[in-house]
């Protein structure tokens, strides 16, 4: 079963902000949060990840609550080609295994 | 770059036959794996690997076989063919873990799609 939680779909006009939300309640202490998403027919592909602190790199922003229940994952101007599937994955410690929910599928409209 | 790469990309087989998916890594990853996805769903583990001589099953492991002979290359093998297994598979591979205070990208191939007729 999957960790996490995520609403089935999005929407979000081209050039504004997407805000993609996860829930996590059940993270553990020394568990990441790993975002990932799929455009059609690709492989995933690696976005964000974080322990605590808020994490930003040149795709998206993660924000992560204090109490580690839930993140957000921004992504502060949306294009067209952000249109996929968003993966919002809690890796377990001690190995590198990762479970893949259904996830939210963004779609980003001119 | 080559990163994580599959072959074949499309295959057809017919129900009893078998077939091998191949994967190959050059990141000299230790970590590799295989999923499977069905359509409009996620991906779920079918084996892993955490080094050369050493797999382990996931979360949907029957029909299926993998070896690890060496670093870069992790077969997955198909044997009985069944409609069930009509799915995309992608192979993918990670940096041997964990290190305090870090965490570790997962690389993902572009995808093999299998249909079982």
């Known amino acids: 079963d999957a960790k996490t939680t995520q609403p089935p779909s999005m929407d979000c006009a081209e050039g504004r902000a997407a805000n993609l939300p996860c829930n996590h309640s059940?993270?553990?202490?020394?568990?990441?949060v790993y975002w990932y998403r799929q455009i059609h027919s690709q492989g995933p592909q690696y976005i964000i990840h974080g322990l605590k602190n808020n994490e930003t790199n040149e795709m998206a922003s993660l924000i992560i609550t204090e109490d580690r229940k839930s993140s957000t994952l921004i992504l502060p101007h949306a294009t067209l080609r952000d249109t996929a599937v968003y993966y919002c994955?809690?890796?377990?410690?001690?190995?590198?295994?990762?479970?893949f929910g259904k996830g939210t599928m963004l779609l980003v409209s001119p | 770059n080559a990163g994580v790469t599959q072959t074949p990309k499309f295959r057809i087989l017919k129900i009893g036959q078998s077939m091998t998916l191949q994967c190959t890594q050059d990141m000299n990853h230790n970590y590799m794996y295989w999923y499977r996805q069905d359509p409009g769903m996620g991906l779920k583990l079918i084996y892993y690997s955490v080094g050369a001589g050493i797999t382990d099953k996931g979360e949907v492991p029957n029909g299926y076989n993998v070896s690890r002979s060496t670093t870069e290359d992790f077969p997955l093998r198909l044997e009985l063919a069944a409609p069930s297994q009509t799915s995309v598979y992608f192979c993918a591979s990670s940096s041997t873990p964990y290190r305090e205070g870090s965490g570790n990208t997962i690389y993902f191939g572009e995808g093999s799609w299998l249909t079982v007729v």
């Open positions: 994955i809690v890796r377990v410690e001690g190995y590198s295994t990762l479970t």
């Open positions: 059940t993270i553990s202490g020394n568990e990441y």
